[in-house]
């Protein structure tokens, strides 16, 4: 049988608890509020928090707008020397991942690297957050390619995509596709539609 004492305790322990786990940071979206820029060994953005601050401390209950990040780095895919980029802008939507330790020495030095400060509580703080590039909202696609691998613009209209079966590619409102450099090897029959202009020799093998 739980007394009114009892109860009263638990409900201060848990009480203590949410406030504890309020200031615990895991990850949230976040709007970008700055160009690329170089900080460190890592690309930055300037991000605001996407979710605001629940108070409950006051009654009514009440929301706050957090403090904006300065310098967070931007998470790539990549790996080797190679990379994928997008074209990140002011107003594009990201997700903040928060680190459980401070991440200042490896963002300055990389590597294996110790927390900033040995003997601080410091942890699950938005400080030390870093920015995964993409959108949650609904309105990010207007389709979605379920097929394969597609790199597009919003619309849909622009692409590059890798299936099963085929590599295909468009460019909306006649745009260009370009090689510089190298050789374009093509070992299959060509179907061709449309006007072509060609500078230099060309060389034709019957063999």
């Not at 690329?36 to 953005?45: I, R, T």
């Not at 597009?152 to 590619?169: C, E, F, H, I, P």
Request: glycine content about 12%; charged content about 20%.
């Amino acid at each position: 049988m739980i007394t009114g004492n009892q109860q009263s305790d638990e409900d201060n322990l848990k009480m203590i608890l949410d406030t504890i786990l309020l200031g615990m940071r895991t990850g949230m979206p976040g709007i970008v509020d700055s160009v690329p820029f170089k900080k460190g060994k890592f690309w930055c953005v300037d991000v605001i928090p996407g979710i605001r601050q629940v108070d409950g401390t006051v009654t009514p209950t009440v929301t706050k707008e957090l403090a904006k990040l300065s310098g967070v780095p931007i998470v790539s895919l990549s790996a080797k020397g190679y990379a994928i980029t997008m074209p990140i802008k002011k107003g594009d939507e990201v997700f903040l991942s928060v680190s459980d330790r401070g991440i200042d020495n490896h963002q300055i030095e990389g590597g294996v690297q110790d927390p900033p400060e040995l003997n601080s509580v410091r942890h699950h703080d938005l400080t030390d957050a870093v920015a995964i590039v993409g959108e949650l909202s609904a309105s990010c696609l207007d389709s979605y390619y379920s097929d394969g691998i597609s790199v597009q613009n919003k619309a849909g209209s622009t692409y590059l995509r890798v299936n099963d079966s085929s590599v295909s590619a468009a460019a909306s409102g006649g745009g260009d596709f370009s090689l510089e450099g190298g050789v374009l090897a093509i070992n299959a029959d060509i179907q061709h539609t449309g006007d072509q202009t060609t500078s230099g020799t060309v060389t034709g093998n019957t063999d």
